[in-house]
C-alpha cells in the first residue's frame, strides 16, 4: 500500500476506490446477507420438520405403550407420507412390524419390513432385514430368507455378521441340513455372538464320533 | 458376577440420563472442565474428546451402581470408559441422523426428575439454585437432557421393537426343555502306595521353576516423627492451659444471636429527612396498641422485607451501618428502638429473637483444651524436627543413630516384607515403595517418607533377601503331593477311556460296571435346568452327540476333584412347552423378544463403534486415583 502524505489524500484515494468498487462491494454483502438468511430459513425449517417428525413419533410410542394400537396406524401413516425418509418413519415402521406379529400378522409385518429396507439407512436396514428373514423363518421361506442373508455384502456387515450367521444356522436347522447348520452356528460364535442361545444351539448339534472299526481305536479324550 | 454387571446396564438406559444430570450436580465444581484444557485426553470420539476427569466422573456415577458386588475397581474404570465411549457414539449418531426432542419433552422430563422436587412438586426455585451451584444455565441444561431423551429414543425404537414369532417361542422351548435319558459310573481316583522316584521328583522341580519362585524381601530400620507422639511430650501445666483457654476464647463460645425486623421510613425526593422523622416518631407511638409485624406490613417503605413483617433474619454485626448496628446492640428482646438514622433514612428496630452469647467454662472443656494445646504446641516441634531429621538423615546416611539420638526418637526393626504385602508400618504402600528404591537397596538412608501430613519416616535397609528359588528339600512334600494327584488322574482317566470303548464296542454299563464294583446311576428326562448332578457331567451330556441309529453316545467329564464319570447316552427327546410354560407364554414371547431387540441393538451399536473414529490413548484408565 502507497503511503500517503495528508488526509486529504487518504481521503481522495478512498472516494477513488468507492467510485470503483462500491457496487461490488454493495452487492457482495446484500448476496451474502440473503445466503445467510436463506440458510438460517432453511435450518429452521429443517428443525421444525424434524421436530415435528419426533413429536408423531413419541404420540406413536406412547400409543404403543399404552396397548392402543388403533391409533398407530395412522400415526405411522403421516410419517411414512409427510417425513418418509427421516429415521422416523423408519423407527414407525420397526414399530408397526412389531405390533403385526403381536397380532398375527405375519404377511403385514412383512411388507411393513420390506419398505423399511428399502428406505432406511444402512444400520437399520441391516436390523429390518435380519426381523424379515426371522419372519420367513416361521412361515417356512427358507430359501428365500438364505437369500436374503446372502444378498448383503460382507464387507458391510461389520456388527450384524454374527447376528446373520446364527439365523442362518437356524434356518439350515429347519431344513435340516445339519452340518451348514453347525458351520454357521460356529461362524456366528467366532465373530463374537454373545446370545446365550447360540452355544447351547451349537452344542446341541455335534458331530458324532466316527464308529469304531475293527480296530480298536485309540482316542485320548 | 460379569452377567450381573451386564443385566443391570442392559436395558437400564436410565444410565445416560443419570450421568447427564449426574454431571451437573456431582460435587466437583467447574474447575474440572476449565482444567481439561491443560491436559492430554484420554479417549476421543470423532471430534469430541474425554479427559480423565470425565472418566472419574462417569466412574463414579457407575460405582455407585454397583457398589457392594465387589467388582474391583479397575474393571468398574474400564467399563465407565467404555460406556462413556458407546454413548458419546450413539449420540453423534443419533444427531447426524437427525433424531431431535422437542421443548416441551425436555420439560416434562425435567419437571419429573426428583431432584427439583419439594415436597412432590417441581420447584422453580430449586431447579434455578440447582443449576446454578454448578454455573449452569437453564439452556446449557435443557441441552444435555435433550440428548439423553433422543439416545433414549434411539435406543427404544430398536431395542424395543424386536417381536418373537411363534416359531421363535416354540424351538426356544424345544432346546430350553430337551430331555436326556442316561447312565453313568463314577470312577475314582486310585489311592497310590507307590511314592514317586527322586529323578521323577527332581525333573518336576526343574520344570516348574516358576511355582517355586519366592519374592524379593526386605527389612528395615526406621525412625519416625508423629505429630501425636510430639504431642504427648508436650509439657502441660494448669496455668498454660489456662492462658490458652483465655487466648482461645471464642472456640469454646458460641456467639450470641439476634434475629431483627425494621420499620423504614425512607428519605426520598418528596420526604425530607424531617418527614421522615415525624413519621417515624408517630409510628413508634402507635406501636404501643399495634403489632410490629402489622405496622410493618403497612408502612414501611422497605417493601422487600415489609411483606414478612420487616424481618431481616439473623443480625452480623458489620454488615450494616454503625448507627444501625449500635442501636441494635443497645435494645433487649421485644424491645423497639427510638428512630433511628442511616443513609436509607429513619429505621424502627426490633429484636424478635435474642439468645444470648455463651462461653463453656474452663472446667468443662479442659480435656479439649489440653488436646488443642498439646497439638498446638507440637506443631512446630514437629517441622523444625522434621527439618531436622530431613537434613541429618541426608547428612548420616549410613546410620539412623545420629539422627536419632538428636531427635530423642527410637529405631524401630521390621521383620522382611516384600514389594507387594507388608504389617506394622510396611502394610504402607508408601514406605515398601521407599524401601524397595534404589537409595535404600544400595545401603543409604531413604529420603523422609510422609506417611501422612503428621508423620514422616525415615528408614534404611536391615536385611535384603533377592527373588530366588525355593530349595528342591523344602519343597519337596508339595511335589510328592502332586505328582500323587497327578498319576492317580491319570489312572482314573485310562480306566475311563478303558470302559468308552468296550461301550462303543457294544458292552453294556450294567455289565461293566458289575465287574468293575461301580455304582450305575441312571436319570431320564434330565434337563438342563436340574441340578443333581456336577455342572461338569451336565455339560458334557448336553455337548454330547445325540444317539445315531439306537447306538448310545459314550462320553467321559472330569468331575470336581479329578474322578472320572463315564457315562452312555440313551435318548434325546425334544423340549415340549410345560402347562407352567404355557400360562406364562405370553412372558416368555415378550422375554424372547427383548433378548432379540437387545441384540439388534448391540449388534447396531458394535458396526456403529466400527465406523466410528474412536481412540483411547489411556488404557490404564485412573491409574494415578488408585494410588491414594
Known sequence: MAIYDSEEEQLEAVKAWWKENGTSTIVGVAVGIALIAG??????????????????????????????PGAVEPLSKRLQAEFGGTSYAAYSGLQQ?????????????????????????????????????RLMLATGEYEQGLQLINEVDPAVKAGFSASYDELAGD??????????????????????????LLKIKLDDLTVPEPVPVAQPVKDSK | MLTTIREKTQGAFAWVILLAIGIPFALWGIQNYIDAGKVAPVASVGDKDFYQNDVNRAYEQYAQQFRGLGVDEQTLKAQALDKLIKDEVLLQYAHAKGLVATDQE????????????????????????????????????????????????????????????????????????????????????????????????????????????????????????????????VEVTEDKLKAYYAEQKDQYSTPERRKISHILFAVTKDTDEKAALAKAQKAKAELANKDFAKLAAEVSDDKLTAKSGGDLGLFNAGSMEKSFEEA???????EVSEPVKSSFGYHLIKVTELVPGETKPFDSVKAEVEKAYRKAQAESVFYDSGEKLAEMSYENPDNLDAVAQALGLTVNK???????????????????????????????????????????????????KPAAIQALDSVKAGIVAQLQAEKAKKQALEKAQKLKEAL??????????????????????????????PDALSEAVFKAAKPQAGKPTILIAELPGGSQAVASLTKVTPG?????????????????????????????????????????????????????
Not at chain 2, 328 to 334: F, Q, T
Request: charge should be negative; hydrophobic fraction near 35%.
Open chain 1, 39 to 68: 440458510w438460517n430459513y432453511w435450518r429452521t425449517h429443517q428443525q421444525e420438520k424434524t421436530s415435528e417428525a419426533s413429536n408423531i413419533y413419541s404420540q406413536l410410542v406412547k400409543s404403543v405403550e399404552a396397548n392402543n
Open chain 1, 97 to 133: 412390524a412389531k405390533l403385526k406379529v403381536q397380532k398375527g400378522d405375519l404377511a403385514g409385518a412383512k411388507a411393513v419390513l420390506q419398505e423399511v429396507i428399502g428406505q432406511s439407512n444402512k444400520e437399520l436396514s441391516h436390523i429390518a432385514r435380519l426381523r424379515l428373514v
Open chain 1, 171 to 196: 434356518l439350515y436347522v429347519a431344513m435340516d441340513r445339519i452340518d451348514e447348520a453347525r458351520t454357521a452356528y460356529q461362524n456366528a460364535l467366532n465373530s463374537g455372538g454373545q446370545s446365550p
Open chain 2, 106 to 233: 425436555a420439560r416434562d422430563f425435567i419437571k419429573n426428575l426428583d431432584y427439583f422436587k419439594v415436597d412432590g412438586k417441581f420447584n422453580e426455585q430449586r431447579y434455578k439454585s440447582l443449576l446454578s451451584a454448578q454455573r449452569m444455565t437453564s439452556n446449557e441444561f435443557v441441552a444435555r437432557i435433550k440428548n439423553a431423551l433422543i439416545m433414549q429414543q434411539l435406543q427404544e425404537s430398536i431395542s424395543d421393537t424386536g417381536f418373537a414369532t411363534p416359531y421363535d417361542v416354540e424351538s426356544f422351548f424345544k432346546i430350553q426343555n430337551q430331555q436326556r435319558d442316561f447312565n453313568y459310573v463314577t470312577v475314582a481316583l486310585p489311592k497310590l502306595t507307590e511314592q514317586p522316584s527322586n529323578e521323577e521328583i527332581n525333573a518336576y522341580y526343574q520344570q516348574h521353576q516358576d511355582q517355586f519362585k519366592t519374592s524379593e524381601q526386605i527389612s528395615v530400620a526406621y525412625v519416625e516423627l508423629s505429630l501425636d507422639a510430639i504431642a504427648q511430650k
Open chain 2, 328 to 334: 441494635v446492640g443497645k435494645l433487649k428482646l421485644g
Open chain 2, 414 to 464: 521390621t521383620d522382611f516384607f516384600t514389594k507387594a504385602a507388608g504389617v506394622g508400618i510396611a502394610a504402607n504402600p508408601k514406605i515398601r515403595e521407599a524401601a524397595f528404591s534404589d537409595e535404600v537397596l544400595q545401603g543409604n538412608n531413604s529420603a523422609p517418607v510422609e506417611v501422612s501430613s503428621e508423620h514422616v519416616v525415615v528408614l534404611r535397609k536391615l536385611d535384603h
Open chain 2, 504 to 533: 462303543r464296542s457294544g458292552e453294556t454299563l450294567a455289565n461293566l460296571a458289575a465287574n468293575e464294583k461301580l455304582d450305575v446311576k441312571t436319570l431320564t428326562g434330565y434337563t438342563r435346568s436340574k441340578t443333581e448332578i
Open chain 2, 576 to 628: 415340549v412347552m410345560s402347562e407352567d410354560d404355557k400360562k406364562k407364554m405370553d412372558l416368555a414371547t415378550k422375554n424372547i423378544a427383548k433378548a432379540f431387540g437387545q441384540a439388534d441393538f448391540n449388534a447396531m451399536l458394535a458396526t456403529l463403534e466400527t465406523d466410528a473414529d474412536i481412540e483411547v490413548t489411556q488404557p490404564e484408565v485412573g491409574e494415578a486415583k488408585t494410588q491414594e
